[in-house]
C-alpha cells in the first residue's frame, strides 16, 4: 500500500567552534555588525525637505482642518479723491471698534457690514468666510482699498493652540472702483515647529495686535498702534501666524454706472478655509521611539536575512573551520 506524507520537521545542522577560533570572532564580529549598521545607516544624513531625518524624528507633519470664526473686528481704510478735479487724495477710515473710529474723527466713515460662516460639508467646521463691508462715499472716486481681518485661529486634533489671526487684504489701480471683490485661503505660516501639549496653548495671548490703552495719557501711541501698516509690522515679526493667499481679485466698474453719483464702496471678501492644513510639530517621546523602532526593524530585518546568508556561504563551504553537529531524531 503507498504512503502519505503526513508531516515534515526540519533537521538542524549545527556548526560549533571553539570562542578562540576564526569561526567564532568571524561570528562574533558579524552579529555586532548586523545590530550596528541598521542604526548607522538610520543615523546617516537621509536629506528630506532639506533637512536631516535620522533615527530620531526631531519634527513632523500632519494635516487638520482648523477652526476658524471672525472675531467681528476689521479695519477698512479706503482711498479716494475728492474735489472738483478729483486731484485731492485722501482715506476714509472704518472699523468695527468704537473706541478705534474714535481716534479718526476726521476720516471715520460709518459702514454696513455683514458676515456669514458656511459649513459645505456639515462637519461643525467652517469652511468658508464670508463678508461684505458697505462703505458710504460721496462726491469721492475709489483708488484702493485695506482691510485687516481679524480671525480666531483654532487646532485642536494632535497640536492644541488657539490664537489671534489676521486677514489682509488690499488693492490699489489706476482707475476708480465701485467695489473690489476677494477671494483666497487662509494658510498656517510657522518659523517654528509647534508643541504638542495636553491642554490648548493661547498664543500671543499677551500680545496685542492693536495695542490699545485708552487713557487719555496714551490716545496718540493708540492712534499710531491701530494703523494697519503698525499691527502687520507686529504681526510679521510671529513666528506662527497665518497668510491670506488672494486668488481671485476683481476691481469693478459696473457699466453705465454714474461715477459722480456712487453712493457705496462695496468690499466682498471670501476666506476659504484649507480642509487639508499642514502643521509642522514636535513629536512626543512615545512618537520619537515609534518611529525610531519602525525604521530601525525595517533594515535589521534585511540585515540579519544578509548575514544568514552570509554565514551560510562561510560555513558550509568550510571557510572557516568548525564542527558540524548534525541534530538526531528521535
Known amino acids: 500500500m503507498p504512503t502519505v506524507q503526513l508531516f515534515t520537521a526540519p533537521v538542524c545542522k549545527r556548526y560549533t567552534a571553539s570562542r578562540v577560533s576564526f569561526a567564532y570572532l568571524f561570528a562574533l564580529v558579524c552579529t555586532v555588525l548586523t545590530i550596528i549598521i541598521p542604526y548607522l545607516l538610520c543615523f546617516s544624513s537621509i536629506q528630506s525637505n532639506n533637512y536631516p531625518v535620522g533615527i530620531w524624528l526631531k519634527r513632523d507633519v500632519y494635516r487638520e482642518q482648523p477652526e476658524v470664526h471672525f472675531q467681528y473686528k476689521a479695519i477698512v481704510v479706503v482711498q479716494v479723491q475728492t474735489g472738483d478735479d478729483y486731484d485731492v487724495p485722501r482715506e476714509l477710515y472704518y472699523s468695527t471698534m468704537h473706541n478705534v473710529n474714535e481716534l ?98 493661547a498664543l500671543y495671548s499677551n500680545d496685542d495686535l492693536l495695542g490699545m490703552d485708552m487713557n487719555e495719557a496714551a490716545i496718540g501711541i493708540s492712534a499710531r498702534n491701530s494703523n494697519i501698516m503698525n499691527i502687520l509690522e507686529r504681526y510679521k515679526s510671529r513666528d506662527i501666524a497665518t497668510d491670506y493667499l488672494e486668488r481671485f481679485p476683481v476691481w469693478t466698474r459696473h457699466a453705465g454706472e454714474d461715477k459722480d453719483n456712487m453712493d457705496t464702496f462695496d468690499l466682498r471678501v471670501t476666506i476659504d478655509v484649507p480642509r487639508l492644513q499642514q502643521v509642522i510639530f514636535v513629536p512626543t517621546l512615545q512618537e520619537v521611539l515609534l518611529e525610531a523602532w519602525m525604521r530601525y526593524l525595517s533594515l535589521l530585518v534585511i540585515a540579519v536575512y544578509l548575514m544568514r546568508r552570509l554565514f551560510h556561504f562561510v560555513y558550509t563551504n568550510r571557510i572557516a573551520n568548525s564542527h558540524i553537529k548534525i541534530d538526531k531524531l528521535d
Open 104 to 201: 479718526r474723527p476726521e476720516s471715520f466713515r460709518v459702514a454696513a457690514v455683514t458676515s456669514r460662516e458656511a459649513d459645505d460639508d456639515s462637519d461643525g467646521l467652517v469652511d468658508r468666510l464670508i463678508l461684505k463691508f458697505a462703505l458710504p462715499i460721496k462726491d469721492e472716486r475709489v483708488y484702493g482699498v485695506q482691510a485687516l481681518i481679524f480671525l480666531n485661529y483654532r487646532l485642536q486634533n494632535h497640536v492644541k493652540v488657539d490664537m489671534e489671526s489676521l486677514a489682509y487684504v488690499h488693492h490699489d489701480a489706476g482707475l476708480p472702483a465701485s467695489s473690489y471683490s476677494s477671494r483666497g485661503d487662509l494658510m498656517l505660516r510657522q518659523n517654528m515647529p509647534m508643541n504638542v501639549e495636553q491642554e490648548f496653548t
